[in-house]
DNA sequence: TCGCGAATCTAACGAATTGTAACAAGCAAC
DNA sequence: GTTGCTTGTTACAATTCGTTAGATTCGCGA
């Protein structure tokens, strides 16, 4: 996929370039404008991802652009804005905008509200839905682990918390404890084998000897590690 | 269409009742929790829209709670908390959260940062006649479901509604009581497996394996998700 | 090294939940 | 009435998952 493009609409000179620049470090394909009449000819013909818009513009009023762009064209709508009035950003907000940034402010944080706008604009992070390692294939889109080949094996919900647990946390202690309370939360302390079950479940389905486990290992008296070189996507 | 289900999760008592106030006001459903296990076993049975989250919790660590939510369900997360830095915003921001809004606050700005959310969240516009996922077009017109070769398959008025329930919120968990409260409505008591024949119905329509489906998942104990990659249009 | 209590493993059980085939009621068209 | 379709209900099969209980393993001190 290509680098998604950002916009950057602002009559400051300083301002367009300081967000250039962090906005291409961070990856991001950039195009900036320096007046309203400028931009709009430019999305004629093409598409930005995100824009940012700061509404004091010299030629035309920013907030009926935003309006406009945030109606017609599906791009996401970030306002910066040196008006830091509660009312002003809530009108911003109401016509449109999906985040409203006031001046001053840190390029990282511009960056990172950049990310979170793209993020939801572009669906199916599959990323965080299979996960490789040590000759298995987890997908947790299909509840299905694969083998190396192709043998396939199903797994419950529950299991799937386990092992997304895991997978998440390689080469770590997960204590006991910590396992609980990021799984089924229940109160219960001293005699609740469950857990121990859900893992003894999940070390079957993944072949594990029971002797010598390679990729769930026990820590006597403290919780479990998971060994095995994971990686995402 | 019903309320947006929108959730507050902070452990002071005042904030709690401002934003129920506030969200209430503007015509959302609110349910709030002071504490991260009562909200994550809430969550459980139910897929709140926007997800309002203190991170300064007592009982838990905030962020990897956002983390989680942004993941695995698909709702929008917007951070509330203390902490201004730059540095916490980035980081909120960066492990999935929406929006970050720094207290004290002001509920109107609130409630126009989770309109924004619910406003890119839900598309829904026009064109509810028609969707297209995983190799199938239904046309919800013609009750019709065509297959990439083209093959036809007629649905009927109650399973089209609940694949339109499916198409509208997919990648989402949908529980039970959720489904029989936008569905038939009708006084949903506990001996009523209906639901369960409809989704049966739908499954094999679509040609599911009763063994692993790959489109309809069911989350024993909470509901159902539809894993697809849906367009509408 | 041996023994013991605590921690962990896991087979087996069973309650709760979910899947679905079969039946029956309702209804429209003929 | 008969036929065909939709849809809820019933009954039973299948699955999930926590609990129990006895076996096994671990750490540690005698």
Redesign the pocket.
Known sequence: MSKPLVTILDDERAIRDMLTDALEEAGFETLSFGRATEFEAALKTTAPDVCLVDLSLPDKDGLTLVHRLALEQGASVIIISGRAQVQDRVTGLELGADDYIIKPFEPAEVVARVRARLRKAAPAPQSTETARFNGWTAHFDRYMLVDDTGSET?F????GEVLRLFLERPKRLIS?ANMQETL?G?A?ES????M?????RL??KLGED??NPRLIK?I????YVFLGDVSWG
């Open positions: 199903a419950s919900h529950a299991e006991r089924g229940a219960g005699f609740d084998r469950a121990d079950v859900r893992i003894s070390r079957t029971p002797k026990t006597y008296g403290a919780g």
